[in-house]
C-alpha cells in the first residue's frame, strides 16, 4: 500500500505548551483522519482533516484546541494547544481513499504509527 | 450518536482452537465494517473487511460475518496461534467515511 509517517513519534512536554504532531503520506490520499487513543482504550475520532477548508470536528473536539491543517493531499497537521495532563494518549492520523503507484485504489482506512505524547 | 459495542473484552483460548469476538452497531446507514489487529506499541492494523452488500468474508484463517437486519458482526478466527495474540477492535463507518470503534478485545492465545 503506502507510507504513512508521523513526527514526532513521542514527546515529553509541559502544561500550557503546544504540540504539533505531522502526518505525512508518500501516496495521493482522499481523505485524512485525527484519532486519539488513549492508553488501554479504543480509538476516538478527533476530527476529518479536509483539504483546503476547515476540518470538521466530533463532539467534545474543539477547533482552539485541536486545530487542523491539510494544506494538500498527502499532509496534514494536528496541533494540541495548552496542553494539560489530561491531553497524554496516543494521537493518530489515518488515511482513506488512497492511491499508489500503478493507478491501484485503496477504499479502506490505514494508519500511521502514531505520536505518543505525555503532558506533565 | 453512533455506537459500537464489542464483546468480550478478554478472550482467553487455546492454541488450535478457534476466537469469535462479536459486534453491534447503532447507526442504520453503515455500510463499512473493518477489523484492526493492534499489537502492543504499535499502529491498528486492517486485518479484514466486510461491505453491506455481502454476508460472509473469509481470508485463510479470519472470517467476518454480517447480519444487517440484527446490525451484528463477528470476527471469526480459527486455528488460533501464539501470534494471534493482540488487541482486535472492530469499527463502522458510512459514506463518511469515519470509523467509529468497539471498545476492543484482548485476545490471549495460549500455546
Not at chain 1, 505531522?22 to 481523505?31: A, H, I, L, R
Not at chain 2, 473493518?34 to 499489537?39: A, F, L, N, S
Not at chain 2, 452488500?53 to 437486519?69: F, H, M, S, W, Y
Not at chain 2, 471469526?76 to 478485545?105: M, R, W
Request: glycine share 6%.
Amino acid at each position: 500500500s503506502a507510507v504513512i509517517s508521523q513526527k514526532p513519534s513521542r514527546d515529553i512536554c509541559q502544561r500550557g505548551t503546544s504540540l504539533t504532531i505531522q502526518c505525512q503520506v508518500d501516496s495521493q490520499v482522499t481523505m485524512m483522519f485525527w484519532y486519539r487513543q488513549q492508553p488501554g482504550q479504543s480509538l476516538t475520532l478527533i476530527a476529518t482533516a479536509n483539504q483546503g477548508s476547515e476540518a470538521t470536528y466530533e463532539s467534545g473536539f474543539v477547533i482552539d484546541k485541536f486545530p487542523i491543517s491539510r494544506p494538500n493531499l498527502t499532509f496534514s497537521t494536528l496541533t494540541v494547544s495548552n496542553m494539560s495532563p489530561e491531553d497524554s494518549s496516543i494521537y493518530l492520523c489515518s488515511v482513506d481513499g488512497l492511491w499508489v503507484a500503478g493507478g491501484t485504489f485503496y477504499n479502506e482506512q490505514f494508519f500511521g504509527p502514531g505520536t505518543r505524547l505525555t503532558v506533565l | 450518536g453512533e455506537n459500537v459495542e464489542q464483546h468480550p473484552s478478554t478472550l482467553s483460548v487455546q492454541e488450535g482452537d478457534s476466537a469469535v469476538i462479536k459486534c453491534t452497531y447503532s447507526d442504520s446507514a453503515s455500510n463499512y465494517f473493518p477489523w484492526y489487529k493492534q499489537e502492543l506499541g504499535k499502529r491498528p492494523q486492517l486485518i479484514i473487511d466486510i461491505r453491506s452488500n455481502v454476508g460472509e468474508k473469509k481470508d485463510q484463517r479470519i472470517a467476518v460475518t454480517l447480519n444487517k437486519t440484527a446490525k451484528h458482526f463477528s470476527l471469526h478466527i480459527t486455528e488460533t496461534q501464539p501470534e494471534d495474540s493482540a488487541v482486535y477492535f472492530c469499527a463502522s463507518s458510512s459514506n463518511t467515511g469515519k470509523l467509529i470503534f468497539g471498545q476492543g478485545t484482548t485476545l490471549q492465545v495460549k500455546p
